[in-house]
């Protein structure tokens, strides 16, 4: 495995850029997630948000790692919870002209990118990612030139100008499927950002890649030794590990997937108990679905050891319904792409959803064939 190391302390950002030092770290981010409202205030400020939504033609999408009330919101309204680039997708088919998008700066960028006549709005510009933060796009160029040769996917975690820069644009649901078909083309791959997304993809693929050196300060936090030791204690129940997760913790998997493969192996398992390693956020969803079985949280640190994030991304979590209410009162914090990178940012997103698209209709005609063949 060939791996190109660029490393990105989190905790101590590049102050040059004095508007975005403050919210680079774990540490300011968690600062800025606000207070809890009451039963009583949170009541009035959903009410007050339903009514916001509906006199500005606005839909609401929300991430599965946001607050509770933030995912039931957007359903309850007409919304959607769901991964990035579906949040995307949905915003740009839905007929409301205003988007509402919680969870981190390049989801909102990616709602732009492929809703460029849209408003789109957020509780929080300064909510990003360690991923993003972790993937500059001056030195992401350069190791891009220093690797001509080379195929330049991008995973939906980055910035519009480091995805402007990408041949092609991944989720964890699609990586695999991708590297695959290029691979079986004789491409070589220059993989970004995040390094243990992309060493699952090479293991389990074979492909020739080059990694840019990210991590999820969420993902990269869960620790295999005490994994086991939870395994131990629970016997019967089933791991399932989102792949930004280091390899050892990948290993002691059930099942490896994105957010949505989480949710569909919780759903269709023949177990009643599971250790899930990915963002707590998505244990509301989990036990929504699964009102029977009961989930872990996969452990992120051990005896006398500290987290940074303990398995919620506090940028995720500054996420509100005060936060809502201010945007759609205000209509501030909106998402701006400037139109000609929106445009170059677009290309890798649309080539990836060209190639879901077709890969769906040839395993829709695969599973017509078979059942035509069986009758």
């Known amino acids: 495995m060939k791996t190109i190391t660029i490393a990105v302390d989190y905790d101590q950002p590049d102050t040059s850029n004095a508007a975005v030092a403050g919210v680079c770290s774990t540490r300011h981010a968690w600062a800025r997630v606000p207070v809890e409202p009451t039963p009583t205030e949170r009541a009035a400020l959903k009410d007050k948000i ?13 991430h599965y790692y946001v607050h509770p009330d933030l995912q039931d919101l957007a359903e309850e309204t007409g919304g959607l919870v769901s991964d990035s680039l579906e949040m995307a997708r949905f915003g740009r088919d839905h007929a409301a002209q205003t988007l509402v998008v919680s969870g981190v700066k390049f989801m909102g960028e990616t709602a732009k990118i492929l809703s460029p006549e849209k408003r789109v709005l957020m509780p929080d510009l300064d909510a990003t990612c360690s991923l993003d933060l972790g993937c500059p796009i001056d030195e992401f160029s350069a190791f891009c030139d220093a690797h001509p040769d080379r195929t330049v996917l991008v995973y939906a975690n980055t910035s519009a100008a480091v995805k402007a820069r990408a041949d092609w644009l ?58 086991e030791a939870l395994k131990k204690e629970h016997p019967g129940a089933k791991v399932l590990v989102h792949p930004e997760s280091p390899a050892d913790v990948v290993a002691l998997a059930d099942v490896v997937g994105s957010t949505s493969a989480i949710l569909l192996a919780a759903r269709d398992m023949d177990a009643n108990t599971f250790i899930i390693a990915t ?23 051990g005896n006398s050891a500290t987290c940074k994030s303990c398995a919620h991304c506090p940028w995720m979590a500054m996420n509100s ?40 209709m040839a395993q829709a005609a695969g599973s017509l064939q078979a059942h035509l063949g069986a009758a």
């Not at 339903?50 to 929300?62: D, E």
């Not at 029977?292 to 640190?301: D, H, I, N, Q, R």
């Not at 201010?326 to 190639?355: K, N, S, T, Y």
Request: glycine share 8%; proline share 4%; charged share 25%.
């Open 50 to 62: 339903r009514g916001l939504l509906k006199a500005k033609n606005a839909v609401m999408v929300s």
């Open 170 to 227: 991944v989720t964890s649901s699609c990586a695999l499927d991708i590297v695959r078909a290029l691979k079986d083309q004789g491409q070589k791959i220059l993989w970004a950002p995040d390094r243990h997304l992309g060493g699952y993809i090479q293991r389990e693929t074979g492909a020739d890649m080059v990694f840019w050196n990210g991590a999820c300060i969420v993902h990269d936090e869960f620790k295999a030794f005490e994994l």
């Open 279 to 301: 963002d707590n956020g998505m244990m509301h969803k989990l036990r929504t679905l699964n009102p029977g079985k009961v989930f872990f949280e996969a452990p992120t640190a």
């Open 321 to 360: 319904l005060a936060g809502l209410v201010h945007v759609l009162e205000i209509g501030d914090h909106e998402v701006h792409v400037e139109p000609a990178l929106g445009l170059l940012a677009r290309r890798p997103i649309e080539r990836m959803l060209a190639f879901t698209a077709a890969q769906k």
